[in-house]
């Protein structure tokens, strides 16, 4: 899953759990190419370290850098990292959703037409919410 700085979805692919994290980072990452001109840096956990960041350089013909956010190696403990939190706030939002709380779909692209439904939700209620409070403002006025 890839998200904004807000944690709005941008590109999801769903696949089987068979493979590797990397693997689909790549999937999601082909699929995102050429629909966000403005974007050039992706953030990423240490999971996809490693050859996966010259791929995206390759892929993107250098546009895209993928930034590994890793934590602190000499602090102990909980630590707040940076951009970290944004993917599984939005994972958070996601499972509030009953349709998602269980794997009901049989094919990963029904999962993935379901995610996308509940993130189009989503953005929805927000307007819908930001709109009454412009409207009542006006009202007020």
């Known amino acids: 899953m890839i998200v904004d ?15 590797q994290d990397r693997v ?5 990452l082909i699929k995102l190419r050429g629909l ?3 974007l050039r840096v992706i953030w990423a956990d240490g ?6 960041i010259l791929w995206v350089q390759t892929i993107s013909l250098g546009r895209w850098l993928l930034e590994i956010v890793s934590k602190d190696p000499q602090a ?3 630590q707040v990292v940076p951009h970290r939190w944004v993917v599984e706030r939005t994972f958070a939002w996601l499972g509030r959703c ?3 709380s269980k794997d009901y779909e049989y094919l990963p692209d029904s999962s993935e037409a379901m995610l996308y439904v509940a993130m189009i939700r989503l953005m929805l ?3 819908a919410q ?3 409070v412009v409207h009542v403002t006006a009202l007020a006025a």
């Open 24 to 28: 689909g980072a790549t999937l999601v």
């Open 98 to 100: 009953r349709r998602l």
């Open 36 to 38: 966000f001109p403005r």
């Open 125 to 127: 209620r927000r307007l």
């Open 130 to 132: 930001s709109h009454q």
């Open 76 to 78: 102990h403990g909980f």
């Open 5 to 19: 700085t807000v944690g709005l979805l941008l590109a999801v692919v769903v696949h089987s759990a068979g493979l």
């Open 47 to 52: 999971a996809y370290a490693g050859k996966l």
